[in-house]
T-cell receptor, first 114, second 114 residues
Framework: AQSVTQLGSHVSVSEGALVLLRCNYS??????LFWYVQYPNQGLQLLLK??????LVKGINGFEAEFKKSETSFHLTKPSAHMSDAAEYFC????????????FGTGTSLTVIP | DTGVSQDPRHKITKRGQNVTFRCDPI?????LYWYRQTLGQGPEFLTY????????KSRLLSNRFSAERPKGSFSTLEIQRTEQGDSAMYLC????????????FGPGTRLLVL
C-alpha cells in the first residue's frame, strides 16, 4: 500500500527565505507524486506533479520539487518565500497502475514571518 | 472549464439527521472521487466513480455513508443518522481517469453535526 510522510507539521520561514517542505513516500514502485496547496476554507489546488519525466519539476507560484528515488523523497522548495505562500501544503501519491485514489500526507502548515 | 463545484458549502445539522451533498465535476472528466478531511489531517479517500459505476466503496466509513452518480455526471454523497464524529470537510475531485492525471478538487462542503 502507498503511504506518504510529511516531516514537520508546522514550518515557519521569514519573508524572502528559502522554503523547504519535506515529503517521503513508501512504495515498492515509484508512484506518481503531487503537491497541493490549500488556503483556509478552500479546496486543494495543484502546485506540481511528477509523472516520470524530468525528476526536477517546476510548478506554479515559483515552487519546484525534485524526485529522488534513492531517498524516496519529493521535497517541495521555493527560493524566496512570499507572504501569500502562507497555507497548508499536502503531498500525495497515486498508484502507477490504477491511480484509483490519492494517498495524502498529514500536511505542513507554512507560516511566513514578515 | 468552470471547475469542480460542490453544494452546499456549509451544512449544520443535528445528530441523527440525514444530509446529502452534491458534486458537479469538470464536464469532460469521467472519474469522480469523494474524500473526507478532518481538522489537521490530509484528505482521506472514501469512494470513486468511473462514469456511473462506483468502482471502489470499501473505504466508505460506515454503512451510513452512500454515494451515487446516476447519469455519470454529478454525484451525491449521503450520510444517514449523522453523528458528531461525522463533522468534517467533504471534498469532491474529478479527473480524466488516467493514473497520472491530476485530480481537480472542489471547494468542499463543511459539515457540522451538533
Amino acid at each position: 500500500a502507498q503511504s506518504v510522510t510529511q516531516l514537520g507539521s508546522h514550518v515557519s520561514v521569514s519573508e524572502g527565505a528559502l522554503v523547504l517542505l519535506r515529503c517521503n513516500y513508501s512504495s515498492s514502485v515509484p508512484p506518481y507524486l503531487f503537491w497541493y496547496v490549500q488556503y483556509p476554507n478552500q479546496g486543494l489546488q495543484l502546485l506540481l506533479k511528477y509523472t516520470s519525466a524530468a525528476t526536477l519539476v517546476k510548478g506554479i507560484n515559483g515552487f519546484e520539487a525534485e524526485f529522488k528515488k534513492s531517498e524516496t523523497s519529493f521535497h517541495l522548495t521555493k527560493p524566496s518565500a512570499h507572504m501569500s505562500d502562507a497555507a497548508e501544503y499536502f503531498c500525495a501519491v497515486s498508484d502507477r497502475v490504477t491511480g484509483n485514489q490519492f494517498y495524502f500526507g498529514t500536511g505542513t502548515s507554512l507560516t511566513v514571518i514578515p | 472549464d468552470t471547475g469542480v463545484s460542490q453544494d452546499p458549502r456549509h451544512k449544520i445539522t443535528k445528530r441523527g439527521q440525514n444530509v446529502t451533498f452534491r458534486c458537479d465535476p469538470i464536464s469532460e472528466h469521467n472519474r469522480l472521487y469523494w474524500y473526507r478531511q478532518t481538522l489537521g489531517q490530509g484528505p482521506e479517500f472514501l469512494t470513486y466513480f468511473q462514469n456511473e459505476a462506483q468502482l471502489e466503496k470499501s473505504r466508505l466509513l460506515s454503512n451510513r455513508f452512500s454515494a451515487e452518480r446516476p447519469k455519470g455526471s454529478f454525484s451525491t454523497l449521503e450520510i444517514q443518522r449523522t453523528e458528531q464524529g461525522d463533522s468534517a470537510m467533504y471534498l469532491c475531485a474529478s479527473s480524466s481517469g488516467q493514473p497520472q492525471e491530476t485530480q481537480y478538487f472542489g471547494p468542499g462542503t463543511r459539515l457540522l453535526v451538533l
